[in-house]
C-alpha cells in the first residue's frame, strides 16, 4: 500500500458556504424591486460572492492530488468567458468607484433609453462594454457558469470531497486508507467494527463501511448543482 492520504484542514463546506451566500443574494434580486436602492446593494453582494467561488474553490483544493492542472483548464476557459468577464468589471469597478451601472426600466441615462433592467456604459467609465439582457436573467447564468466549474470538481475529486463516496472501497483505494482509518477518522477506536457480519451478498468492508456513513459529514452541494445545473438523468 502506498502513502496514506493526509486531508487538508480547509473542507469543502467552505465553498458550499460561499457558493450559497451567492444563491442567498440571488434570489434576494430576484425579489428586490430594480428602482429601489436595496436592488444595487444586493447586487453587489451578489457579484463578490460568486466571484469569491474561485477563489475558495482553489483555496480548498489547492493541496489535492491534481488539481492545480486540472484547474488551470477551467480557469482558462473562465478567462475566455465574456460573461464572467463582465461580472469581473462590474465586481472591481464598484469596489474601486462605489458605482454599479445599473439602469432601472423605463429610464433614460445619459440619452439613452433602458426598457428593462439593464447594464449601462457611462461616460469616462473604466466599463467600456456591458452584456445586453436583463440583469437578474444574466446573474443567474454567470452562476451557473461558475458553478459548472464546482460541478465538475466535484465529480472529479469525489472520493476527496463528496461524502457520499468517502464510505466506499474506490476510496479507500484511492486514499490508501483502511477501515480503521476510516473508524478513527469518524470517532471511534480502531477495529470498532471489526467482526465477522456473515453476510452472503455484502463484503465485511461494505457492511462496516455502510454502518460508518451515517457518522460522516452531510452533503452540502448537491441541493445548489440540482438547482442550477442540468444534468442528464
Not at 463582465?86 to 464598484?94: I, K, L, P, Q, T
Not at 439613452?112 to 445586453?132: A, L, R
Not at 472520493?159 to 486514499?175: G, H, K, M, Q, S
Amino acid at each position: 500500500m502506498g502513502e496514506k492520504f493526509i486531508f487538508p484542514n480547509a473542507g469543502i463546506h467552505i465553498v458550499a458556504q460561499k457558493v450559497g451566500e451567492a444563491d442567498y443574494f440571488l434570489e434576494k434580486l430576484k425579489n428586490a424591486e430594480p428602482i429601489d436602492k436595496e436592488f444595487n446593494y444586493i447586487f453587489s453582494a451578489f457579484v463578490s460572492a460568486t466571484r469569491s467561488i474561485t477563489f475558495t474553490l482553489q483555496f480548498v483544493m489547492s493541496k489535492y492530488p491534481g488539481f492545480n492542472e486540472w484547474y488551470k483548464i477551467r480557469q482558462d476557459k473562465l478567462r475566455k468567458s465574456k460573461l464572467a468577464k463582465y461580472f469581473v468589471e462590474f465586481r472591481n469597478h464598484a469596489q474601486k468607484t462605489g458605482i454599479i451601472p445599473i439602469a432601472t426600466p423605463n429610464s433614460i441615462f445619459e440619452g439613452i433609453f433602458y426598457e428593462d433592467t439593464q447594464f449601462y456604459v457611462s461616460t469616462n467609465s473604466e466599463i467600456k462594454e456591458v452584456p445586453d439582457g436583463n440583469v437578474v436573467d444574466l446573474s443567474e447564468k454567470c452562476l451557473i457558469e461558475v458553478l459548472s466549474v464546482v460541478n465538475e470538481c466535484y465529480k472529479d475529486f469525489d472520493v476527496y470531497i463528496d461524502p457520499r463516496t468517502f464510505f466506499t472501497e474506490r476510496a479507500l483505494n484511492i486514499l490508501n486508507w483502511t477501515v480503521e482509518d476510516v473508524e478513527e477518522c469518524v470517532g471511534f477506536p480502531r477495529g470498532y467494527t471489526d467482526i465477522d457480519y456473515k453476510d452472503d451478498k455484502l463484503s465485511n468492508v461494505e457492511i462496516r463501511l455502510n454502518s460508518l456513513r451515517r457518522y460522516g459529514g452531510d452533503e452540502t452541494f448537491q441541493v445548489y448543482l440540482d438547482k442550477y445545473i442540468k444534468t442528464e438523468k
